[in-house]
């Protein structure tokens, strides 16, 4: 997964992973499979703007956060999702967790959307959709 140099946050855009006022969240029903072919579901709340520790956004799992980086006028985000325990403990730890992988998800309509997320530094390749 490429890095990023720079963040675009846009409200500008109905059809956004992010979209809406300054003070809003965004809040999504997403479920993931998991490596042994099970699907696991909960919500999925994307900021408007970073936490003190870079956190854009939170899953219902394990105190679940999303770390990383709005893309394309915001209608997509790359980054790591990072939990307090997973399946795969990595060797080095992010925002003090070393249960944590890469992610990315991008919206065509604004009401849905597509990604992918592995374990550590895996290539994402397991899936992870979203609606609201």
């Known amino acids: 997964m490429r ?3 720079s ?5 500008l855009f109905s059809t956004s992973i992010y979209v809406g006022s ?22 999925s709340v994307f900021y408007s703007e970073f936490k003190r520790n870079g956190q854009l956004g939170h899953y ?14 915001g209608r997509g985000f790359e980054g790591k999702w990072v939990q307090d325990k997973s399946g795969k403990k990595c060797k080095y730890s ?6 944590h992988g890469h992610v990315w998800f991008y919206t065509d309509d604004g009401r849905n959307f597509e990604g992918e997320w592995g374990y550590c530094d895996d290539d994402p390749s ?3 959709r979203g609606a609201r």
């Open 60 to 73: 219902g799992w394990s105190n679940g956060r999303f770390m990383g980086y709005y893309i394309d006028a």
């Open 22 to 43: 300054a003070s809003a969240n965004k809040i999504w029903v997403s479920t993931w499979t998991n490596s042994d072919g099970s699907e696991s579901t909960t919500e």
């Open 3 to 5: 890095l990023l140099i």
């Open 94 to 99: 992010v925002d003090g967790s070393f249960y």
């Open 7 to 11: 963040i675009f946050l846009s409200a």
């Open 126 to 128: 397991l899936i992870w």
